[in-house]
T-cell receptor, first 114, second 116 residues
Framework: GAVVSQHPSRVICKSGTSVKIECRSL??????MFWYRQFPKQSLMLMAT?????????EQGVEKDKFLINHASLTLSTLTVTSAHPEDSSFYIC??????????FGEGSRLTVL | AQSVSQHNHHVILSEAASLELGCNYS??????LFWYVQYPGQHLQLLLK??????LVKGIKGFEAEFIKSKFSFNLRKPSVQWSDTAEYFC??????????????FGTGTRLLVSP
C-alpha cells in the first residue's frame, strides 16, 4: 500500500525555538495533505488542509502564524511550529490523499517543548 | 456540536470473545464512514470504509461494520478476537460540505486489550 513518511518521529526543543516536521508521500503524488494534532487520550483534531501550490486552509481556532504549512511539491508538505511553547507539545500526524481518494497516514511526530 | 462519539474508551477481552465497538455521529446528510486501527508503535491503518450500498461492510482481518442510518451509528464487530487485535481503534466520518473537501473527523478512540 501507499506509504506516508513523517520526519522526525520525535523532537525535543527549547521554548521559543521553531520546529519543522516533514510529511512525504513515498510512492504516490498527493495534491492534498492533512495535518492533525492528538492530545493524550483525546481524538485526532484536524489542524489544516494542505494543498499543493496554494495556501493551506486552517481549521477554526488554529493559529496560522504559529503553525506554518507549506506544500511545495506533490510529495512533500511541511509543518513548522514557530516560537514553540510547552503547550504546543503534542503528537502531530499527517495524512495524504491518494489518487483514489483514500487517506494514508504518517507515523506521527511527537513534539516535546521544554 | 457535531461530533463523532466512541462510547467505549477501554475494552478488555479474552481471546475468542466477540467484539463490538460503538460509533455514533451527529452529522446530517451524506457521510462517509471509516474505522482505522493503530497497533502499538505503528501508524493508523484503514480497517474498512462505507461510502454507499450494502450497509454491512467487511474489512480486513475479519472485521466488519454495520451502518444504521436511522441510529447514526457505524459499529465495528469481530466474532472472535485474537491477541494480535490489541490496538487502538478510531471511528472517523467525513461529512460532506460545500467546500468539496471532505474533512476526516475522528472519534476519541477505543483502546482494546486482548488477553491470551
Amino acid at each position: 500500500g501507499a506509504v506516508v513518511s513523517q520526519h522526525p518521529s520525535r523532537v525535543i526543543c527549547k521554548s521559543g525555538t521553531s520546529v519543522k516536521i516533514e510529511c512525504r508521500s513515498l510512492d504516490f503524488q498527493a495534491t492534498t495533505m492533512f495535518w492533525y494534532r492528538q492530545f493524550p487520550k483525546q481524538s485526532l483534531m484536524l489542524m489544516a488542509t494542505s494543498n499543493e501550490g496554494s495556501k493551506a486552509t486552517y481549521e477554526q481556532g488554529v493559529e496560522k502564524d504559529k503553525f506554518l504549512i507549506n506544500h511545495a511539491s506533490l510529495t512533500l508538505s511541511t509543518l513548522t511550529v514557530t516560537s514553540a511553547h510547552p503547550e504546543d507539545s503534542s503528537f502531530y500526524i499527517c495524512s495524504a490523499r491518494g489518487e483514489a481518494g483514500e487517506l494514508f497516514f504518517g507515523e506521527g511526530s511527537r513534539l516535546t517543548v521544554l | 456540536a457535531q461530533s463523532v462519539s466512541q462510547h467505549n474508551h477501554h475494552v478488555i477481552l479474552s481471546e475468542a470473545a466477540s467484539l463490538e465497538l460503538g460509533c455514533n455521529y451527529s452529522y446530517g446528510g451524506t457521510v462517509n464512514l471509516f474505522w482505522y486501527v493503530q497497533y502499538p508503535g505503528q501508524h493508523l491503518q484503514l480497517l474498512l470504509k462505507y461510502f454507499s450500498g450494502d450497509p454491512l461492510v467487511k474489512g480486513i482481518k475479519g472485521f466488519e461494520a454495520e451502518f444504521i442510518k436511522s441510529k447514526f451509528s457505524f459499529n465495528l464487530r469481530k466474532p472472535s478476537v485474537q491477541w494480535s487485535d490489541t490496538a487502538e481503534y478510531f471511528c472517523a466520518v467525513t461529512p460532506t460540505d460545500n467546500t468539496g473537501f471532505q474533512k476526516l473527523v475522528f472519534g476519541t478512540g477505543t483502546r482494546l486489550l486482548v488477553s491470551p
